[in-house]
């Protein structure tokens, strides 16, 4: 059964972080249809947040059709976004894990790692423009601005 977990300095509301973590379940091959989700209460016990943030989720899970509500019974698992590639899930996984490890040998923090991984998956054109010194393109509200002013350009600037 899959075990839910928030994290507050996402920037993410609640219940889309759940919503979010269902579907990687679903598509990592770690739910299957027919699985059982949590009931409300225990995952608002669990990661403490008001039961109607959990069904929230719940609604727009059904909505999508990924679970099915069986009333006295439960939530349960009723799509699927798994697909053929599932198969080279676990030799990718297991070159990423060594891959942390050399970053953390490196003496890079989680911060840094993600950063690290979120620039490079961003990235254009891929790893090898953040090799070229491209970068990755800035988001809004992201990172320094490279526009330079040449000064005031109206009366009232001056």
Do not use: C
């Amino acid at each position: 059964m899959i075990e839910f977990h928030l994290d507050a300095r996402s920037g993410v509301a609640p219940y889309l972080q759940l919503v979010h973590q269902v579907r990687r379940a679903l598509r990592l091959g770690l739910l299957f249809e027919g699985d059982r989700l949590p009931t409300v209460k225990e995952v608002a016990a669990k990661v403490a947040i008001n039961p109607n943030t959990v069904l929230k989720a719940y609604r727009e899970l059904e909505y999508e059709g990924l679970v099915a509500k069986k009333p006295g019974v439960g939530t349960f698992v009723s799509g699927s976004l798994g697909d053929a590639s599932l198969s080279a899930h676990e030799p990718l996984r297991r070159e990423l894990a060594r891959w942390l490890e050399r970053a953390r040998s490196a003496g890079l923090d989680e911060e840094s790692i993600e950063a690290l991984f979120l620039a490079t998956f961003r990235a254009p054109s891929g790893p090898s423009s953040v090799e070229e010194g491209q970068g990755p393109s800035t988001e809004k509200g992201q990172g320094p601005s490279t526009e330079k002013r040449q000064g005031p350009s109206t009366e009232e600037e001056r």
